[in-house]
């Protein structure tokens, strides 16, 4: 199954002040197994998930997520830190109304 990611794409605004919003993809079928939820490295994006979300859209819901200062998301005016990260995801989670257990899927820069 070849899936545009483009159809799936959201804009989610995690913050007003500074103003913050996200690019995600969020697929899902009808009733979904489970929940995937992607996050790339440093440098990464969303769209470098796309076989494995091909993949696993089949039968569960995927959504990935562009962080702040990477692709399609806003580009922050000065550095983002780790607590910075996980407060936007953990907002994008909730305003995407994902709920329940979900299978985290990340990768690693390595510099």
């Known amino acids: 199954m070849d899936i545009d990611l483009d159809l799936y794409r959201h804009e989610v605004r995690v913050s007003t002040n ?7 993809i969020d697929i899902s079928p009808d009733h979904p197994q489970r929940t995937f939820v992607f996050i790339h490295g440093f440098g990464g994006q969303a769209a470098q998930w796309h076989y494995q979300m091909q993949k696993f859209a089949v039968e569960n819901r995927v959504v990935a997520l562009d ?3 990477h692709g399609l998301s806003d ?4 550095g ?3 607590q910075q990260v996980i407060a936007d995801l953990e907002t994008a989670l909730t305003l995407l109304k994902v709920k329940g ?8 820069s390595i510099r």
């Open 101 to 108: 257990k979900i299978v985290l899927v990340g990768s690693a």
């Open 18 to 24: 500074p103003l913050a919003r996200l690019s995600a």
């Open 75 to 78: 580009k922050p005016s000065k």
């Open 80 to 82: 983002c830190d780790m």
């Open 67 to 69: 962080l702040r200062g």
